[in-house]
């Protein structure tokens, strides 16, 4: 009888099917729970679980009720507490509920790390209803620039810095009109009326991909963001490993990671951290690193291609398949060679018409796969507003120079046709929906 791995997540999408490939490899049975209506017969034909996110007792006896699991696994922040409540209630090694609870919410993850000792910037949290003035941070305690940011979005969505007063007007504008738009509306969180002022913390920006097997810590990848992220906005493009970073740099990034991890209380599962790294200024002394958030689990979209482990050249899906049945990581090492993901950014704000210069994009020496995951005629918003990429571009070669220049050299073949919106046409069909009914 084939083991049974249940996978959560928002939809069946490109990163769900790349853990059904790895399943049908292993032969395990894998059971979908995702985010839909329940009344409708099965629209993505895979025989998921429907499931309400903002609902957390329905939806773990939704699953509970669906038969025998072996192993559990989320992909994206909002399942990742029903996750933790399901392992919990069957046994099964993962993370706690409290820690995935508190990974979702940046609030609660900087007074957590905060508590413990560890670097992290000043901040103020606040609601969106009741918003604090310019004025508030232009004194010697909460100086510019500054940080605006949602407490419960993922993807650098709705972070935006603000250098003077006029900046944080405008910012804070902008991320009132995020928060109350429908899509996040009808997600019922609650978290989503409150938001974050945080000092803006200067320096490389890392990311850190990694499993606690009970409580250890397994590092699976350090990644460079080679483009410096200080804002207005913060969009990740580049993730190239490893890391050119030297080895006390590395050292404090990942003691930083297991020491934040350890005081939000995550246990068991896949981990994704993002952190700052400021160099020291005096000789002899480690870099200082302020971890900006830890995940509870893995990378997101399909930036986990650019990962593979061992002389198999096993994905990234195989091997959380293979923790969450109880296999343990201490002899999965990511392969020698260097690799990395471009993550296409949308350029401005349209609607996509078409995309030419694929065939010389994947012509590049070291580009293995460019993938376009926006559809024609879709609506495109750009960040900080937008929650979405063009698509992806992935590169492997023998350095990590090599990597981020054959990335860059793809990106700058690829040419996209994007339609403005019309805002008459649109002011229209509003004022006709109001006339109709």
Request: hydrophobic share 45%.
């Amino acid at each position: 009888m084939p083991k049974r791995v249940l996978l959560l997540a928002t939809t069946t999408g490109y990163q769900t099917r790349a853990f059904g490939e790895a399943a049908e490899r292993l032969g395990v049975e894998l059971v979908f729970a995702t985010d839909r209506c329940d009344h409708l017969d099965d629209p993505w034909r895979d025989a998921a679980i429907p499931i309400r996110f903002y609902d957390e007792d329905a939806s773990v006896a939704a699953i509970l009720e669906a038969g025998r699991i072996d192993g559990i696994l989320a992909v994206g922040d909002r399942p990742t507490v029903i996750a933790a409540r399901v392992a919990q209630t069957l046994g099964l090694p993962g993370h706690p509920p409290d820690a995935a609870a508190i990974a979702q919410d940046k609030q609660r993850m900087r007074e957590c790390l905060r508590d413990a000792g560890l670097p992290v910037p000043w901040f103020v949290p606040f609601t969106i209803d009741q918003s604090p003035q310019p004025s508030a941070l232009s004194h010697d305690l909460w100086p510019y620039p500054c940080v605006l940011k949602p407490v419960a979005l993922s993807g650098s969505r709705g972070v935006m810095r603000a250098d003077d007063d006029a900046s944080f007007a405008a910012a804070l504008d902008r991320l009132r009109a995020l928060m109350t738009l429908p899509e996040l509306r009808a997600e019922r969180n609650d978290a989503h009326t409150r938001a974050l002022v945080e000092g803006f913390i200067p320096g490389r920006e890392f990311a850190v991909e990694g499993l606690l097997h009970h409580g250890t810590f397994h590092v699976l990848a350090i990644f460079d963001k080679p483009d410096p992220l200080d804002g207005p906005f913060f969009e990740e493009t580049l993730y190239v490993t490893p890391s050119s970073a030297g080895a006390a740099a590395q050292s404090a990034i990942v003691g930083g990671v297991r020491r934040a991890a350890d005081a939000i209380g995550l246990r068991h599962g896949p981990v994704h951290a993002e952190v700052r790294v400021n160099p020291s200024t005096r000789s002899g002394q480690a870099p200082a690193v302020c971890v900006l958030e830890v995940a509870a689990r893995p990378i997101g979209g399909l930036c986990a291609r650019a990962l593979r482990f061992g002389r198999a050249a096993m994905s990234l899906e195989e091997l959380l398949l293979r923790h969450a049945l109880g296999e343990s990581p201490d002899a999965w090492r990511r392969e020698e060679s260097a690799s990395g993901v471009m993550m296409i950014p949308i350029p401005r704000r349209g609607v996509l018409r078409r995309v030419e210069g694929m065939d010389e994009a994947r012509a590049v020496a070291g580009v293995e796969d460019v993938r376009i995951t926006a559809k024609i005629d879709q609506r495109l918003v750009p960040l900080p507003e937008g929650a979405s990429y063009l698509g992806f571009v992935f590169a492997r070669a023998a350095d990590p120079r090599d990597v981020e220049a054959a990335l860059r050299a793809a990106h700058a073949r690829l040419r996209f046709a994007i339609d403005p919106e019309l805002p008459v046409l649109a002011a229209a069909q509003v004022h006709y929906n109001h006339e109709h009914g």
